[in-house]
């Protein structure tokens, strides 16, 4: 301790579980505080009183108590914050939005990305969340980067991404991680914390409607739902609109298209990495300029393939389809099948 007759302080020391501060009582100055990423520190002023008075070290001890005991509620709070966001978030695949790609990801304290990244597919956009802890100023979560793949049934299954091992660019692969910060103020509640994390992952039970791309909706509604169902419900959709599209049947005076360019798809690189294989149906309208419009996922192969298979179908021409000699507009399924030699 050290003091004047205009100034009297009392400098204290120590650890908490956020980190070490320092407690400073000022009889001089105005009352603040300041809050640094290694250390807290607080700081005390009193209006100016006599050096004989605050040579009463139990009023100091007291002050000090009382400070500290606000500071292990702090902690105790934020371990309670962390507690609950790990039993939430911990060992579990969830699906960033936006579908950004890359190995350490940014985003502001509201969830959102500070600087821009490039996308992939949703299929390709899983992280399985291995650590996370709550620091003063930023979020900090650890995980694995996984992709959603689905058996020919159409159940949903994740699967590890791997890159070559860095030091050789080849096999063992390793499997991919990534670090993503989120920035958040120290004051934030529970509430606060949950609606950024909210904004940067797709919960748990939410519905992917309104996320995926418009090609995916139809498959994501139902994907129990039979593929006849699903085309009947295009057919009639376009009716509603005025335009008619047939089903090829024999023997109704129809013939179907016949594909004239079916360029070959190109694989997604983490499919390739793992060397997974799949076929994804593809339901599309074949136009009567035999144009190909409207595909659709049907049946998914996942891991960035159905992107893939859509993309490449689009470039797609037929012969079109013929009713009784004129070229009409049918609906049809496709098979794009990805294999590795």
């Known amino acids: 301790m050290s003091g004047s007759d205009d100034l009297f302080r009392a400098r204290f020391v120590g650890e908490t579980g956020w980190g070490s501060f320092a407690v400073s009582f000022d009889f001089k100055g105005e009352q603040k505080t300041e809050t640094h990423r290694s250390r807290t520190e607080l700081v005390y002023s009193l209006p100016r009183m006599s050096r004989r008075l605050f040579s009463n070290q139990r009023l100091v001890r007291f002050v000090l108590v009382g400070v500290l005991s606000q500071l292990s509620l702090l902690a105790q709070d934020r371990a309670q914050i962390e507690h609950q966001l790990r039993a939430e978030y911990l060992h579990k695949n969830r699906l960033l939005r936006g579908f950004c790609n890359g190995s350490e990801l940014k985003y502001d304290h509201d969830g959102t990305l500070a600087d821009p990244c490039p996308v992939q597919a949703w299929t390709l956009s899983f992280v399985e969340i291995n650590s996370l802890s709550l620091g003063t100023d930023r979020i900090n979560i650890e995980g694995v980067r996984t992709a959603s793949r689905f058996d020919p049934q159409g159940r949903q299954h994740f699967s590890y991404r791997e890159i070559p091992d860095p030091s050789t660019g080849r096999r063992p692969y390793q499997k991919e991680h990534v670090s993503l910060v989120i920035s958040r103020d120290p004051d934030n509640s529970l509430d606060q914390i949950e609606t950024s994390l909210s904004n940067l992952f797709v919960a748990e039970h939410e519905s992917l409607l309104p996320v995926v791309p418009a090609f995916w909706r139809e498959y994501i509604k139902d ?3 039979d593929s006849e169902t699903r085309q009947q419900a295009d057919i009639q959709a376009k ?54 419009h409207e595909p659709q996922i049907d049946r998914p192969a996942g891991f960035g393939l159905d992107e893939r298979a859509i993309d490449t179908v689009g470039r797609w021409r037929f012969q079109p389809a013929t009713k009784d000699g004129v070229p009409v507009a049918i609906s049809i399924f496709v098979e794009v099948s990805f294999r590795t030699y």
């Open 239 to 292: 009716l509603r609109s005025g335009k008619t599209v047939y089903v090829f049947k024999p023997g109704k005076g129809l013939t179907p298209p016949k594909a004239i360019e079916t360029p070959e798809p190109t694989y997604s690189e983490p499919a390739r990495l793992v060397r997974y294989q799949g076929t994804t149906r593809i339901r599309l309208i074949v136009d009567s300029d035999g144009s190909v």
């Open 223 to 225: 994907p129990a739902a």
